[in-house]
C-alpha cells in the first residue's frame, strides 16, 4: 500500500491535507527542521495535528532533519520521545549518529531519511538500512529501474519527492552551504536551542542564494545572459504507475511552504490519481495532468514570490554580518 | 607534533609545485571523475605519484569519488583495487555507500571522512568510526568549539582546514560545462562527448548587482574569499589541534608553495611558544594571492565570509 505523505507548513495546511486525501502529514518542529520558522509548527499545535491524524486512522511524521550540534542531542531525543509518546510515527531525520540513536532508544518509531543524507547511490541505501532507517528518499537521479533493483535487494521503505529537476545545475541535496556562506546568523533562545539563521542544514531556512541572478566570468570573458545556479524542480505525474509498480512506498508531496489551498489541492489531485492507478488496469491520468498543469502554475508564482523575501532577507543578513566584523575590527 | 596537508589533482600538478613544506597529501580531485589524470580515477598513475611522495617522506591520502551514482561504483572499486596494493596511508570518502564498499572489500586501512560527509556531532563520528574512519573534516559550517567538542567526546582526529576556499557545494553535473560559452564540448570517435576541460581556467559567480562572489570549478562551488587562519595558529595548537590543511583546489603552484612556507613558519614561531601578539603574521603575503580577500569561515560563529582576526 502506498503512503502519501503531504506537508503541514501551518497547522491549518496539516489539517487540510488530511481532509483532502493525504495518508499521512509531516510537520517540521520550530528549529528543528530545515525551514525556517514561518513553515514549523509549535508544540501545541504539533499535538493538536497529530490527534486529528488519529482520529482519523493516519499518521503524522515528524520532520527533525537538522543537523544539530552535538551538545544538542539529549534535547533532540527528548523531543522525539515526546512525540512518538503522543502519537507520531514517524520522523524524518538527517544525521546519522541521531539516526542510529532513535534506533537504539526508540525501536518503535520509524525512521525516514531526510534529503540531508546525500544518498546517491545502492550502497548508500544499504548503509542507511542498516543503521535503521525505516524508509529512505531516494534523489531524483535514480531511474525507475535503479529503484526496483533496490527493492530486490532491500526490504527497506522507498520513498519519492512528486518533484524532480528536469536536467542539469543538480546541486547534490543536504551538500550546499552557499546560503549560510553569505548569510549565517547564530543565537541561543532561552531553552538554550541554538538556532542558525540562513542555514537549511541547521534548522535555519535556506535563502535561496542560488536563485538570485549570477554573471558567470573567467580570466577572459564574461559569458552570456545573467543566470542562477540551480534549476528548479518541477512536480511530476506521468512516472506514476512506473514507480508504484517499482515497489516505491511512499510518495511526498512537496510545499511546506507554499500556501495551504495549493497543497491541499496537489494532495487531493494526487490522491485521486493514485487511487486511479491502484484500481484499474489502464489508468487514464490525462485529466490529473491538465488539473497538474494550473497546480504548477500557481506552484511557481508562489516560489518566485518566496524566493525575492529569501533573497532579499539574505541580503540584508549579508551587509549586517560584514558591517559588525568591521566593526569588531576598527 | 602536527602534520600540514594539503590536495595534488594529477600529475601535472605534482610535477610542477614544490610541496615541500606539506607533511602529507590528499591525492586525486574527489569532485570529478574526468578531471584530466585525476589520480581518484586513474589507478594506474597512482604508483609513481606515491613512490614519490613516499621517498620524500610525507604521508599520502587518497581522495575517492564524493557522488558516485550506481553507475559510477564500478570505476571506484576498481580504484580502491589498486589502492590496496600500494603503501598508501590512508582513503578519503565523503559519501557512506563507498565507506561500506570499502569495509566489504576487506580494507583495513584508515580511512578519513572528506568535506561533503555531512559531519555535524559527535554522534555521527562514533557511527562512522566503527567503519573504520579515524579522522574526519567537520562541515565547514561548525564553530571551533563544536570542532573541539566532536575531537575530544567521540574522541576522533579531526583534520581542519586553515587556508584556501571553501567547498560550498558539489554538485553531479557541470555548471561550467552548462553555462559556459567556450565550454564547447567534443566528441570522440564513438560518439561519446568529450570534456573540453573549460575549468582549467578560472571560473567566478558575481551576484549581478551586489557583492556576492562565488568561485566555480565546474562540479564544486567554493567561497570566493579565501579562509585564513593564520592569525590563530598559536590559540589552535593550544586548544591541541595538530592536523591542518591548506585547501588549494584549482589554486596555482605558487599559491599552493606560499601558503605551505607561510604557515610552516607560523607554526614553527607558535611552536616555540610565541603567542598571537608576538607572531609575525604574513597577512599581506596571504592577501595577495586572494583575489576576493579573506574570511574565518564558520570558526567564529558569525557568516562564512566575515573576517574577524585577531580582535
Partial sequence: MVMIMAPGGTKEMALGVLDAGADATYVGVQGWSRRGNKDELQDDDIHEVIDYALERDKNVRIVVNTLPSSTEIPMFLERVKMYHEWGAKGFMISDVGCMKLVNEQIPTAEIHTSVGCGITNYADVHFLSELGATYVVLPYRLSVEEIRQIKQESNVGIEVFLFKTPSGGKICPGKCMMSSYFSFERWLDETGKDHFFGSASRGGDCLRVCQTMWDLESEQQLHGQEMTIKSNPSLWLTELPDYLSAGVECLKVPGRDRSAPLVMDLTNCYRRAVDEILSCDAPNLQRYEIELQQLRHRWQQERSKRDDRLIDSALAASSKALISTDRLRA | ?311
Fill in chain 2, 1 to 311: 607534533m602536527y602534520e600540514l596537508s594539503t590536495n595534488c589533482a594529477n600529475p601535472k600538478q605534482l610535477r610542477q609545485t614544490d610541496y615541500s613544506d606539506y607533511d602529507a597529501i590528499y591525492l586525486g580531485d574527489f569532485s570529478c571523475l574526468e578531471y584530466p589524470n585525476n589520480f581518484s580515477s586513474h589507478p594506474q598513475l597512482l604508483e609513481a605519484a606515491v613512490t614519490q611522495l613516499k621517498e620524500q617522506g610525507k604521508k599520502v591520502y587518497l581522495r575517492l569519488y564524493a557522488t558516485p551514482g550506481n553507475e559510477d561504483l564500478p570505476q571506484v572499486k576498481e580504484m580502491i583495487e589498486a589502492a590496496l596494493l600500494l603503501p598508501i596511508d590512508a582513503f578519503e570518502v565523503h559519501n557512506l555507500g563507498v565507506l561500506r564498499i570499502l569495509q566489504q572489500m576487506g580494507s583495513t586501512l584508515p580511512v578519513h571522512l572528506g568535506v561533503f560527509g555531512n559531519l555535524y556531532t559527535d554522534a555521527t563520528a562514533r557511527v562512522l568510526k566503527d567503519f573504520g574512519v579515524t579522522r574526519v573534516y567537520p562541515n565547514p559550517e561548525l564553530s571551533l568549539t563544536e570542532i573541539h567538542y566532536i575531537r575530544e567526546k567521540t574522541p576522533i582526529e579531526v583534520c581542519l582546514p586553515v587556508h584556501g576556499k571553501i567547498p560550498l557545494v558539489i554538485s553531479e553535473t557541470c555548471f561550467i560545462i552548462e553555462n559556459s560559452s567556450c565550454a564547447t564540448q567534443k566528441v570522440d570517435c564513438n560518439g561519446k562527448e568529450v570534456c573540453n576541460f573549460p575549468c582549467s581556467q578560472d571560473y567566478w559567480l558575481n551576484r549581478s548587482n551586489g557583492e556576492w562572489v562565488l568561485k566555480d570549478t565546474g562540479k564544486m562551488t567554493l567561497s570566493g574569499k579565501d579562509l585564513c587562519m593564520i592569525e590563530h595558529m598559536p590559540e589552535l595548537l593550544r586548544d591541541g589541534q595538530n592536523l591542518f590543511y591548506v585547501q588549494s583546489h584549482g589554486e596555482t603552484a605558487e599559491y599552493v608553495k606560499t601558503v605551505g612556507r607561510l604557515y610552516r613558519q607560523a607554526l614553527q614561531q607558535a611552536e616555540q611558544g610565541q603567542d598571537e601578539q608576538e607572531l609575525q603574521v604574513p597577512i599581506d603575503a596571504l592577501s595577495a594571492l586572494s583575489k576576493e580577500g579573506l574570511c574565518n569561515g564558520y570558526y567564529f560563529e558569525g557568516a562564512g565570509q566575515t573576517y574577524i582576526g585577531r580582535g
